[in-house]
């Protein structure tokens, strides 16, 4: 294995040696490293290990040698570079070999952290732990911002102390400005009685506000004061109240953005973003697609006593061609769903959501050049090869070069492909073809040559 085109399994990387490493299949199956450039590492796993207490065995097991030999089993994981092999049986696996690759005590932080980005916005993270610095987390929705305010407060002196989570985006102005700083009893109508806000009621603790830039001008200019003087005022009170918490806020716009549309306050972002990181969204994290949805379906099936269904092949794929808009939050849902959606206990393609196409009216028809309509193609946010139209229809588009053959062009996974694509696209063929990368031809031909019945619009 090895970037040479010459090698029996090429991984196209410029981390991965020309002749990287060898796969020795026999009794067993064992890896070799061929002197490779940045090393092959290990990581054994311990089959008597539980997602609950993970031992140190989780981390690297050893970088092999120039020449060294180790004999691997199912469930055991291979670094070459930054590419990640994983060894599995044909059977489908123990649910006891699922692993969270992360060196971290359960619960704080990560639960896989494998990219590179992410392994540095979680160092940055612990080092920003350790002093009372505010934290700006940005990153996409459901990229995991909350995850980090937790590992954040765990890893710091307030550790079992109140973490207040709040959604910004959530509350109506009046309501959020009445939860964080409370008020005084017959401040306003329904004021019934004092109540202290929840910036006070998490004192010695840390307050994670989420969305921030959805946060009024009004009440971003209330924090502002809090972050200064240490205190907060409830509404309709005269007195202000000393209050010690650390804040860590998160938000998937750019701020500095909304500075220069007057949307949010220079003077706040400025106080707030003390340590900023961000955190890199899914499709731009492909090493940890395959764990995460393997720990997710894991979890889900251990909860609900279901037996934990295979994923095959074609779904991997599908997963590292889809853009995952939703990201690690909506991977999750796919993983919790498809148990109930798959057939003898194996997980395809078809429980995997196709890219999304905008509806026919909304594409610009001066986006595809009539010399050029019959031959574009959709790509994944990755790094994706050129494909030739009857390629393009045997395979989902995928970000990782793989050596295995593609499946035949009159298979049932090819056929459900089709049919996915005219149902999601209502019948229409030309959105179809578009959809899967091929010319409206190739799409009826193909429709033709599988006994397809001729799609209705709808």
Same mark, same amino acid.
């Given at each position: 294995?090895?970037?040479? @085109? ?22 067993? @199956? ?75 005590? &359960? ?44 590992? @954040? ?25 009445? #939860? ?134 074609? =779904? ?34 078809? #429980? ?17 050049? &009539? ?9 994944? &946010? ?13 395979? &989902? ?23 996915? =694509? ?6 229409? #063929?030309?959105?179809? =073809? ?25």
């Amino acid at each position: 294995m090895g970037r040479g @085109i010459d090698n029996d399994i090429r991984i196209d990387d410029q981390s991965v040696s020309r002749y990287h490493l060898l796969i020795h299949v026999a009794d067993g @199956i064992a890896v070799e490293d061929l002197g490779s450039a940045n090393g092959t590492l290990l990581f054994r796993v311990d089959p008597e290990d539980t997602l609950e207490a993970p031992t140190r065995r989780n981390e690297a097991e050893a970088r092999l040698r120039g020449g060294e030999r180790r004999l691997l089993e199912p469930g055991d994981f291979v670094r070459a570079g930054s590419a990640l092999l994983m060894v599995q049986s044909r059977r489908p696996a123990s649910t006891r070999n699922v692993r969270a690759l992360s060196t971290h005590p &359960p619960g704080e932080g990560p639960a896989v952290l494998l990219d590179p980005e992410m392994k540095r916005a979680y160092e940055i993270a612990l080092r920003a732990a350790q002093s009372g610095i505010s934290v700006l987390i940005t990153g996409e929705t459901g990229s995991g911002k909350e995850v980090f305010a937790e590992t @954040i407060h765990q890893r710091s002196s307030r550790r079992g102390r109140p973490l207040l989570r709040l959604n910004c985006a959530a509350l109506s102005e009046s309501l959020l400005e009445s #939860q964080l700083f409370g008020h005084e009893r017959g401040a306003f109508t329904g004021a019934n009685q004092t109540k202290a806000g929840l910036l006070e009621s998490t004192d010695g603790g840390t307050v994670f506000l989420d969305e921030i830039g959805e946060m009024p001008l009004s009440i971003q200019a209330k924090l502002l004061r809090v972050l200064e003087e240490r205190s907060v005022l409830r509404v309709g009170a005269t007195k202000p109240r000393p209050i010690d918490v650390r804040f860590v806020w998160a938000t998937n716009r750019d701020l500095r953005v909304e500075v220069q549309a007057g949307r949010f306050r220079n003077d706040l972002y400025y106080r707030i973003a003390g340590v900023e990181f961000s955190i890199p969204p899914l499709r731009r994290r492909p090493l940890e697609i395959e764990p995460l949805a393997r720990l997710f379906l894991y979890r889900f099936c251990e909860r609900s006593g279901l037996p934990m269904p295979e994923l095959t092949e074609s =779904a991997l794929r599908a997963m590292h061609a889809y853009s995952w808009p939703g990201n690690v939050r909506e991977l999750k849902n796919i993983m919790e769903r498809a148990p109930f959606l798959c057939e003898n206990g194996v997980v395809t393609a078809a #429980q995997i959501p196709l890219p999304p196409q905008p509806p026919l009216n909304e594409i610009d028809a001066d986006e595809f050049p &009539p010399e050029e309509q019959d031959r574009t193609q959709v790509f994944a &946010p990755l790094r994706v090869p050129q494909f030739s139209e009857e390629r393009a229809l045997a395979e &989902p588009l995928s970000s990782v070069p793989r050596s295995e053959p593609l499946p035949g062009i009159d298979s049932e996974e090819e056929r459900q492909r089709v049919l996915r =694509a005219l149902e999601q696209c209502g019948g229409n #063929q030309t959105r179809a =073809a578009k959809l899967l990368g091929v010319s409206r031809r190739t799409l009826i031909n193909r429709v033709e040559r599988l006994n397809l019945p001729r799609p209705k619009k709808t």
